[in-house]
C-alpha cells in the first residue's frame, strides 16, 4: 500500500509541475509591453505581454510564440525568452513555396528547447 500511495503523489507532483502556468523572471529579463525599438532587444531575454493573433503563426506584438498549450489565440498572453530578429530579401524568397514574403521578422525563442516560447496565461 506505500509503495502505491508514494507512486500515486510522486505522479501528481509530476502532473502538477507540468501543468504550471508560471512564468518565472530573473533580474536579468526585461518586460515588454509595445513593440517600439525591439531591435535593442535582440539577443536578450525578454518578457512580451500582449493580445495573441488567432493567426496560423501566433504572434504578440508582432514576435513568433508558440500557442500550443495552452491555445492563448484571440486571448491575453505572456511569453519569455531570447529575442530573435532574421531579414529576408526577395532574392532569399523561394518564389515556388509557401511563405511570408520579404521582411523583417521576430521570434521568442525559449533558450531551454530552442523552439518557439510558448505563450502562459498572465498572472
Known sequence: MKKISF?????LLFAGYCNSQEVRFDEKTEIIESSEQLDKYVGKSITIKGAVTNTKIPTIMGIDILSDNPNLRGKLGVATGILQKTVLTEDEIDKYAANR???TFYKLK???????AQVQKPD
Open 101 to 103: 514574403g520579404a521582411g
Open 7 to 11: 507512486s500515486l503523489f510522486i505522479l
Open 110 to 116: 525559449d533558450p531551454d528547447t530552442n523552439f518557439a
